[in-house]
Structures are given as structure tokens and as C-alpha cells.
């Protein structure tokens, strides 16, 4: 069976390549779902919709541009016995 810091790595690795304009990668949880043989392992992270040119400044200029990001949280899915990519779903908050 896979170690959690496997899982983990195997998520993070598809995160990268799924979303190429993520940043400020946060581990939020991961947890082995043994009935259903995986383990789903949550990244909060944030993705710029802007182009990069834009930097802070301020009043309106800087509320354009913190609104220009947006914190995204995904649940991805690895297989726990070979750590392959199974699925990806949003992340539902209690």
C-alpha cells in the first residue's frame, strides 16, 4: 500500500500539471478511503485569471488586481495501492 507522503506527492505532482497557474500550494487534508481504495488528498491554491503584467497599487487599481485571484480548494483522488491519478472533484467545506 502507498504511504500518505507518496499519495500526497502523486496529487501535488497532477495539481502542477492540471493547473499550470497555481500558486501558494496549501496541503489542506488527506485522507486514506479504504472502502473505496483510494486516498483523497486536498490542495487549496490560488489562480490568476489576470494577465501578470498588473502589479498592486492603489484604491481601485489594487482592488482590481486582489480580485483578480481566486482561491480555488480540489480534492484529488490517488489510487492507494499503485498512487495513480483517479479523479478530481471540488472540495466541499463543513
Known sequence: MLTFKKAIKSAETTL??????AEDIQLEEAILDENNGYYA???????KRGSS???AGEG???LA???????VY????????????KGLRNYEMA
Open 16 to 21: 502542477h500539471e492540471l493547473q499550470k497557474g
Open 41 to 47: 488528498i486536498t490542495f487549496s491554491y490560488f489562480l
Open 53 to 55: 503584467k498588473h502589479q
Open 60 to 62: 481601485l487599481k489594487e
Open 65 to 71: 488586481f486582489l480580485m483578480s485571484n481566486r482561491k
Open 74 to 85: 480540489k480534492t484529488f483522488l490517488i489510487d492507494e495501492e499503485d498512487g495513480s491519478f
